[in-house]
Structures are given as C-alpha cells and as structure tokens.
C-alpha cells in the first residue's frame, strides 16, 4: 500500500493524524515542527514522540521527502535541480544566489496550458498538477535549503491554475506552526488567470509578480493566449483594489522581444495602464534560442525602455540575466535532457 505523505498537512490534518494512529492531539504540533522547521526526512527522527507512536505513524504514512535527480551548475552560480513529482513527471527548480540573497523559483505544474509562445513550458502541454507536497519538497530537499532567503513561484506550470495547492503551499511557509517565513519572502507570478489571482490576493499576503509582456491587448494576445479569456485591462483593475503602497508589492515582467514590444508607443502605453499603481517594472533579456521565432531586442532598445519609464515614473530595472550556459529559462532543461 501507497503510504500517505505528511508534508505539506497543514495543522488541523496532523491532528487527524496524530489521532488516526492513536497519538494524542498535542504531537500535531510536535510533528509540524519536526516537519516544517526542523525538515527531518524521516518518521524515525520524530524523537519526542513515542516509539509505540512512531511505529504506528511508519505503518501508514512517510515524510515525503525526494531528491533532485539531476543537477547543472551555471558558471555564474545559478543551479537547476530536476524532482520528480507525484503525477509522474519531473518538474524543475532554480537556485539563484547573489550578494544579498539566496532565492529558489520553484513549479507549480508539470507543463502548462497557457501556451505561451515564449516559453518552452508552453511548448510541453499539460502533465500534471503538483501537489503541497510536490512543492514543499523542491524547497526543503535542495542541498541549499538552509541557506535560501527567498522563494518565487515562477517555475513551470501557472501557480494559479492551481490555486488551491499553492494556497496551502503558501500556509505552510508563512503559518507559525510551519516554517513561519514573512510571506514578504515569497513572491508568486501569473498571467492574470483572474479566478485563482482574485482567491491568491485576498487569502494571501505574498508579493505578486504579473507576466505582462505586451500593454496592447491585441498584441498581447498573439504571445499570451490567455488574453483572449482574462484581459489585462481586468487584471489591472482586478489588482488596483489592494493595497499595494505598503507592505505587499507588486511586480510587472517584461520581457523585451526585439521589434515586438520594444518601441515608444509600447512605452508610452506601459505607463498609462500603470499610472496610479504603486509597482515595479522587471524587463527581462530573452534567451534565444532555435525553438522559438521571438528574439531578444538589443541592449539598446532594453535601455531606452527602462530610462522612459523611470523618467516617467515607473521604477524599471533590467533583470540580470542567469545561468544562461545550463538553460535556465522556463522548462528549457527538462526539454533538452527529455522527461526521463
Ligand atoms: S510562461 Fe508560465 S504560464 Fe506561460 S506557458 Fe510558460 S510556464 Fe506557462
């Protein structure tokens, strides 16, 4: 029989638990924090529960715990571990270190349905939701766990298409009887799926990070087909009724593909779409390569993009661009090394 994983049971279902395998209610709160903030890999290491009671957890349950199965190193850092998922697949994970901080952008689905014509997620189709535990384990079971600073949810797949997994992912990381991280640590991007992006802003307090790529709803469309379902004009008014001037921010992605979203009139609609909402622009180099017919605008165009909008009144900065030399551009490792 397939054991029950406990990562990623959030406090009410460790009790049911505790109580299933005849513990007292109370080693709830002692196997979230052998879980979540001590991240053990094993009942066993459960050590102030009995061991009458650890005997009848490991009868029905396992931690959950998986390694990567493969890893590449860019020269500049940046390393990409595959996991494998509960669905079948393997999904990959980004550790990106730098002065400050240690961030690790993690997958929310094995492929995607969005199909964006950018992205080699896209390209993959759909396999298959990841599960809290499929997610929790991308964080806990890198080499690096300790050492991470921040996480981004913008690996494979469009978190909010699974929005109730990375809602409890999300409980789990900022709750006080998990790993009680700010969710000010945790930033989670999306196309502007509304349904699950309405549910994300009022049940969670993380950072949103928006895929916006084009502020021409037409345009848009041509490389974004989730345009056509959710447009960004509603995405934008959906977002404009949080408070977004604190605490709690929000990022714009823009990726600049060369005489494709590059040009004044591109930059002149950014900030009027914007006006009014305190945010962050991130425009992004893209990664060429042989798949895709989209190419990266010079560093030139880039530039230009980013001096009109600050001057304009949007903070823009170009995202540096990493471990280009092992792929690490959404799905492009698993494409290459197949999804053995
Ligand atoms: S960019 Fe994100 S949402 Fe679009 S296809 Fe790739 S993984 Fe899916």
Redesign the pocket.
């Known amino acids: 029989m397939q054991k029950e994983y406990l990562l990623g049971k959030n406090i009410e279902e460790l009790r049911e638990v505790a109580l299933n395998v005849g513990l007292p209610a109370f080693a709830a709160k002692q196997m979230a924090d052998w879980l979540y903030k001590k991240r053990v890999a094993t009942i066993d290491e459960m050590s102030n529960l009995s061991k009458k009671g650890r005997e009848a957890l490991n009868q029905r349950y396992s931690v959950g715990r998986i390694d990567p199965t493969h890893k590449a190193e860019s020269v500049d850092g940046t390393k990409k571990y595959l996991f494998p998922v509960s669905c079948g697949e393997k999904v990959e994970a980004v550790y990106i270190p730098s002065a400050d901080r240690a961030t690790l952008c993690i997958s929310t689905q094995a492929g995607?349905?969005?199909?964006?014509k950018?992205?080699m997620?896209?390209t993959l189709g759909f396999h298959g939701q990841l599960t809290v535990c499929d997610m929790l384990n991308q964080i806990f079971s890198i080499p690096e766990a300790d050492q991470l600073t921040n996480i981004v949810v913008m690996g494979?797949?469009?978190p909010m298409d699974n929005v109730d997994n990375l809602l409890r992912t999300l409980e789990v990381m900022t709750a006080e009887w998990g790993c009680a991280w700010s969710p000010r640590r945790i930033t989670v991007s999306t196309?502007g799926l509304i349904p699950g992006l309405e549910r994300f802003l009022h049940e969670s307090e993380c950072h949103l990070a928006v895929?916006l790529h084009n502020p021409f709803s037409r345009e848009r469309e041509d490389i974004?087909p989730?345009e056509k379902a959710y447009r960004l004009k509603e995405v934008l008014e959906l977002i404009k009724q949080f408070d977004f001037a604190h605490q709690r921010r929000v990022s714009f992605e823009y990726i600049v593909f060369a005489g494709v979203n590059d040009t004044i009139r591109h930059a002149v609609e950014l900030q009027k779409i914007l006006r009014g909402l305190p945010c962050r622009i991130n425009l992004i180099r893209f990664h060429d390569s042989d798949q895709c017919e989209l190419k990266c605008a010079s560093d030139e165009r880039i530039a230009f993009l980013r001096d009109y909008l600050n001057e304009n009144g949007i903070t823009t900065t170009i995202r540096q661009s990493r471990g280009e030399d092992i792929l690490a551009a959404?799905?492009m490792l698993i494409a290459k090394e197949g999804n053995q």
């Open positions: 995607c349905k969005m199909h964006c950018f992205c997620t896209g494979m797949g469009e196309v895929s974004m989730v959404c799905g």
